[in-house]
């Protein structure tokens, strides 16, 4: 396992397409075959071919649920500070665009890369019933005895911790046996509750915990855990997540003036902004507190 100091940078913040292969996608005048298309309950999900490249098409179905284009967009560009393969990549297909696969041309969509492997739930194994989801609790005890499993799974609940988001699954997880490699994808609901400041409070409790006992490999994951946040919170400042935020924003068609740009969205895409800079503060005093846990319990 690698220590912080031994991790490259691969994708810093810019105004750019999310990676070189979705910059490369064609969408105005590249050739597109719909293969396939369903509606779920929140989205309607196409697949399609761009040059003979397979690629996923999501769009949001109610209108208070549009502003997850944008986090979809931004929370895949910050995964993907921890290299190619860790997470989907993922772009924004403009309201009032035409393009195969999208229910509606003058709403937005996302255009997807193919997640490798085969969603954890849909596969048995190893990691079947895995349990690492924060929802509006946070970090949880119960999550360490997975992380020691898979150095990515710490990546994962790292990046999880960092974004606020809330709702990893065994649906939105995708595991590829051959490779023996994670992906994780749909982070769309990022920044709904502030899992930096709920893990400060779990971690301060595990602190304070005079009974708790950590085993050496769930300290090392803990050590991995800190070094991680501690790179999200080098690589990416809440200044320029926030102008990422607005680009994709801008680029969906969320601009003043326009039909979709609604008072719930003005207030929402708020929240986000004020969520932003409130976790990454706290992001900042959670690795305070786990360099602290993890101390303690190497002089056990």
Not at 99 to 114: Q, Y
Not at 123 to 144: H, P, S, T, V, W
Not at 268 to 296: E, F, H, P, W
Request: aromatic share 10%.
């Amino acid at each position: 396992m690698k220590s912080y100091h031994g991790l490259v940078l691969i994708g810093l913040i810019s105004i750019q397409f999310v990676s070189a292969r979705l910059e490369n996608v064609n969408i105005k005048h590249g050739k597109v075959k719909l293969l396939s298309m369903k509606e779920m309950r929140f989205c309607y999900i196409s697949f399609v071919t761009v040059d003979g490249e397979k690629y996923l098409i999501k769009q949001k179905k109610p209108l208070n649920k549009l502003l997850g284009v944008v986090r979809d967009a931004l929370t895949a560009h910050i995964a993907e500070s921890f290299g190619i393969g860790m997470a989907h990549r993922v772009d924004i297909i403009p309201a009032g665009k035409e393009f195969p696969g999208k229910f509606r041309a003058d709403w937005p969509a996302t255009i997807h890369t193919i997640a490798p492997g085969k969603m954890i739930k849909a596969q048995e194994g190893a990691y079947y019933e895995m349990k690492i989801k924060q929802a509006n609790i946070g970090f949880r005890r119960d999550m360490l005895p997975w992380m020691i499993k898979h150095e990515t799974l710490v990546k994962v609940v790292a990046l999880d911790t960092f974004l606020c988001n809330h709702d990893r699954h065994r649906g939105n997880l995708f595991y590829n046996v051959k490779t023996d490699s994670f992906c994780a994808i749909d982070m769309d609901s990022a920044w709904k509750y502030n899992l930096c400041a709920l893990a400060c409070n779990n971690f301060t409790e595990m602190l304070n915990d005079k009974k708790l006992q950590l085993s050496t490999k769930e300290v090392k994951a803990l050590t991995l855990y800190r070094d991680y946040i501690q790179f999200l919170i080098d690589n990416h400042q809440p200044e320029d997540t926030i102008k990422m935020y607005d680009y994709f924003a801008e680029k969906a068609g969320f601009v003043e003036g326009s039909d979709l740009y609604t008072q719930k969205f003005a207030e929402g895409l708020a929240y986000n902004k004020t969520m932003i800079m409130r976790s990454y503060q706290d992001a900042k005093k959670l690795v305070t507190i786990v360099d602290q846990l993890i101390k303690k319990h190497k002089k056990l």
